[in-house]
């Protein structure tokens, strides 16, 4: 398994102060809001031991992501999380959305005294989404891959999932019978059974074509 490193982040603190790597969490549900997480990167911390564990997300086995999202958040300088709900979704389009999300959760990293401009934001993926929602002062390199290999990523990925995980288990909380504490909203079996037997819920992404959705588990 590779495990990510702060080589690439190493390299560019040459030429920036800061590294802020944003990753989304929960694009392809069917349900719930989506996530963009964001973690700062400092000269400092580029030189640290990554923590033991840390992965991109899909690859932390669900009982172990609340601890290696605790140890990721007190690794980084600062983290963040940024929402769009499922009624933004189908207004704008998952794309949009995205950039929705990580301009709120930059905006967050301002609030507490991060300098998005002096950053370069490494964005996963090979797509900018951030700079045609709003953010167009700040420097954005898409990096194929970079939940995988680059740990401020890695970071950015876990943190996101396990908030968005809690989030979705309130809502199950609310409405038990689409199973969201086991399937966080994605195409699980279960999940579009309960869509075929209830309907949809005001949770769901009502523009996607959910019935003949694929069951991913």
Not at 162 to 171: E, F, H, K, N, T
Request: proline share 6%; net charge neutral.
């Amino acid at each position: 398994m590779i495990e990510p490193t702060l080589t690439l982040e190493r390299r560019l603190l040459k030429e920036h102060a800061l590294i802020i790597a944003c990753d989304e969490v929960g694009r392809g549900a069917l349900a719930g809001p989506v996530a963009v997480g964001a973690a700062v990167i400092d000269p400092s911390r580029s030189r640290k031991r990554v923590p033991a564990g840390l992965r991109d997300s899909k690859l932390v086995p669900e009982a172990r992501r609340p601890d290696v999202a605790a140890r990721a958040a007190a690794f980084v300088q600062h983290s963040a999380v940024g929402w769009a709900s499922s009624e933004e979704i189908d207004e704008i389009g998952i794309i949009r959305a995205l950039g929705l999300a990580a301009v709120r959760a930059i905006a967050d990293l301002r609030a507490h005294g991060v300098i998005p401009e002096d950053a370069l934001v490494i964005l996963d993926g090979n797509h900018d989404y951030i700079t045609p929602a709003g953010e167009s002062g700040l420097r954005v390199k898409p990096v194929i891959k970079a939940d995988r290999d680059c740990a401020s990523a890695a970071a950015a990925s876990v943190i996101a999932k396990v908030a968005r995980d809690s989030v979705m288990v309130g809502l199950h909380d609310e409405l038990p019978a689409y199973g969201w504490a086991r399937n966080k909203g994605y195409a699980s079996l279960d999940h579009r059974e309960a869509i075929g037997l209830h309907g949809m819920s005001v949770h769901h992404r009502r523009s996607w074509a959910i019935a003949p959705a694929p069951t991913l588990f």
